[in-house]
C-alpha cells in the first residue's frame, strides 16, 4: 500500500517461463518529491520579492535621469526580469509535475490561434517579421484551453526570438489519423541536428549568451513537452541550421469537427 514497485519481466526461454523481478523504489520516488517540491517552495518564494524589487526598479527608472544611473537600473530590470521568468517557468513546471487536473473542455483551435496572434502582434512587427495564421479546419478539441495557449505562446516565443528576418507562420490541420496538427515554423536560425535531441531538457539551451540576450530561461521548451504529454501528444522538430525550424505538435483525435472544412483559410 502506497508503495512503488518497477517490475520488469525476463523471458527464460528454456523454461518457457517469465520472471518477475518487483523492485521496490518508493524511498527514490519519495527522494525525487522532495527534490520537485524543493525546487517549488524556492521559487514561490523568490517570486515575492522579486516582484517587489521590479515594481521599484520600473518606479526609479522612470524618474531616473542621469543616463548612466538610468543605463544601471535597465541592467537590474533586465536580471530581475530573468529571475522572474526563471522562478515562474519552475513553479508551472512542478505544477505539471504533481499532475494538477487539466480542463477538458471543447476548444476551438481558430480561437487560440487568433488570441495567440494578436499577443504577439507588436513584437514581430518590432522586429520586421511577419506573423500568420493559417488554421486548415474548423475543429474543435476536448482540450485545455489555457495549457495548449501556453504551449503556443512558447513555441511563437522562440520562433521570434531566434529569427532574425523572415516569417513565422502557425498552421493547424487535421491528419488521415484523426489527429490535429499544430505547427509553428519559422525563417530563423535553426537548430544543428546534435542539439535537437536535447532541447527538451530543462535549462538546456544551445548557445547561452544568445538565450540570455533574447530574454530566455531554457525552460520553455521543457514546459511544451510536458504539456504536450499530459495533452497525451507528440512533439517532433524539423530544423535546417541558417535555414529555419518548424514545431509539429500532434494531438490525439479526442475532438468534434464543427464545420469540417479543410480548404486552406488564411487568419491575419
Ligand atoms: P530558451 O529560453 O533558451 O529559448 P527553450 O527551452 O525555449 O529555452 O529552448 C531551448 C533551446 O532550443 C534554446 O536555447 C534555443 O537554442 C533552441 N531553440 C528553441 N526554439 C528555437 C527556434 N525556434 N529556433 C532556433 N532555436 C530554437
Known amino acids: 500500500q502506497g508503495r512503488v514497485y518497477l517490475v520488469t519481466g525476463t523471458h527464460i526461454r528454456s523454461r518457457r517461463k517469465i520472471l518477475l523481478t518487483f523492485q521496490d523504489i518508493s524511498a527514490l520516488k519519495e527522494t525525487e518529491r522532495i527534490k520537485k517540491d524543493l525546487v517549488a517552495n524556492i521559487s514561490h518564494e523568490i517570486k515575492t520579492p522579486l516582484t517587489a524589487i521590479k515594481g521599484y526598479v520600473e518606479t526609479l527608472l522612470e524618474d531616473e535621469r542621469d543616463k548612466t544611473k538610468k543605463r544601471y537600473l535597465s541592467v537590474i530590470y533586465r536580471h530581475v526580469n530573468r529571475l522572474s521568468d526563471i522562478a515562474e517557468g519552475l513553479i508551472t513546471l512542478h505544477e505539471l509535475d504533481v499532475e494538477q487536473p487539466f480542463q477538458e473542455v471543447p476548444v476551438n483551435l481558430r480561437d487560440v490561434v487568433r488570441r495567440v496572434v494578436e499577443l504577439y502582434r507588436r513584437q514581430a512587427e518590432e522586429k520586421g517579421l511577419s506573423l500568420r495564421a493559417s488554421v486548415h479546419s474548423d475543429v474543435e478539441i476536448i482540450t485545455d484551453p489555457l495549457k495548449l ?30 489527429a490535429v496538427t499544430l505547427s509553428v515554423s519559422d525563417t530563423g536560425i535553426g537548430i544543428a541536428a546534435e542539439h535537437i535531441p536535447r532541447i527538451f531538457e530543462r535549462f538546456y539551451v544551445v548557445d547561452r ?27 517532433s522538430v524539423e530544423s535546417t541550421p541558417g535555414v529555419g525550424s518548424t514545431f509539429i505538435v500532434k494531438l490525439p483525435g479526442r475532438r468534434k469537427i464543427v464545420r469540417g472544412s479543410c480548404a486552406p483559410h488564411d487568419d491575419r
Open 149 to 178: 495557449e501556453e504551449l503556443l505562446i512558447n513555441l511563437v516565443d522562440n520562433a521570434i526570438r531566434y529569427t532574425r528576418e523572415g516569417e513565422v507562420k502557425i498552421s493547424v490541420c487535421e491528419t488521415e489519423d484523426d
Open 209 to 235: 549568451s544568445r538565450s540570455r540576450e533574447t530574454g530566455g530561461t531554457g525552460l520553455g521548451l521543457s514546459i511544451v513537452k510536458h504539456i504536450v504529454e499530459r495533452l497525451g501528444g507528440t512533439i
